[in-house]
């Protein structure tokens, strides 16, 4: 069978085909070759979410990845920030948990919390 893929890495959103025998076509640059190997091995996302702020009442800073994590750790690193909290100050781009499950990724903040 057939697979498509709609490559995510910029904007143009190139198709990009895998035929049976693995050939892959479609693809406009090396990178979009790329992002299909991996989607077809190891496939990688960016998270964003929110982390607690335990010194400030009902207050929670917007986070996101250091980089994509492997896309069936996505629920483990979701609970983890579920039940993590950080205490204001907090800086923008701050790491607030380093190396989640031992991915070389880190959780860090896209907001400054004052
Ligand atoms: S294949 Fe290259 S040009 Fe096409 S969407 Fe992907 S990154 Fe962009």
Excluded: W
Excluded at 21 to 48: A, D, F, H
Excluded at 61 to 81: A, G
């Amino acid at each position: 069978m057939e697979n498509e893929f709609i490559c995510i890495v910029c904007p143009k959103g190139c198709r990009i085909k895998v035929d049976n025998e693995g050939n892959i076509s479609g693809y406009t640059c090396l990178r979009g070759l790329n992002y299909v190997q991996e989607e077809l091995t190891c496939p990688k996302r960016m998270l964003t979410s929110t982390v607690k702020v335990s010194n400030r009442k009902d207050t929670y800073v917007s986070v996101k990845t250091s980089s994509s994590i492997p896309k069936d750790l996505l629920l483990k690193v979701m609970e983890e920030l579920k039940k993590a909290s950080v205490e204001a100050p907090v800086k923008m781009h701050q790491v607030l948990l380093k190396n989640i499950f031992d991915t070389n990724v880190d959780i860090i903040a896209t907001k400054e919390i004052k």
